[in-house]
């Protein structure tokens, strides 16, 4: 059964930072794409980045590209997401998700969260003005 925990959110006024968390296990980690998403009230989940821990390209929706950073710690098999320059419209119910090969992002580069079977249980990201 795979896991995601996230942590990490919380509140922040706008130009601020905040780093999320996404632990795993070993092999869910090693071996499955992650990424993370948002959803924002009212509105659909939308992608915000994925990365494969084994190597390759870091994908970034164009909205967070040059503020938000994915990295990686193998020792504790977390992915981070770190958030900079922060804005408003960054607020939302942040997820972090899991798939051993989520389709739109290999063939596509692209994040549609019907390509991923696991998630995690969210953390709340409030940036105010």
């Known amino acids: 059964q795979v896991q995601l925990v996230e942590s990490g959110g919380g509140s922040v006024q706008a130009g601020g930072s905040l780093r999320l968390s996404c632990a795993t296990s070993k092999y869910t980690y090693s071996t499955y794409y992650m990424a993370w998403f948002r959803q924002a009230p009212g509105k659909e989940r939308e992608g915000v980045a994925a990365?494969?821990?084994?190597?390759?390209?870091?994908y970034y929706a164009d909205s967070v590209k040059g503020r938000f950073t994915i990295s990686q710690d193998n020792a504790k098999n977390t992915l981070y997401l770190q958030m900079d320059r922060l804005k408003p419209e960054d607020t939302a119910m942040y997820y972090c998700a899991a798939d051993p090969q989520p389709r739109g992002l290999v063939l596509f580069w692209t994040l549609q969260e019907a390509d991923w079977a696991y998630w995690g249980q969210g953390t709340q990201v409030t940036v105010s003005s």
């Open positions: 990365h494969y821990t084994g190597g390759g390209s870091t």
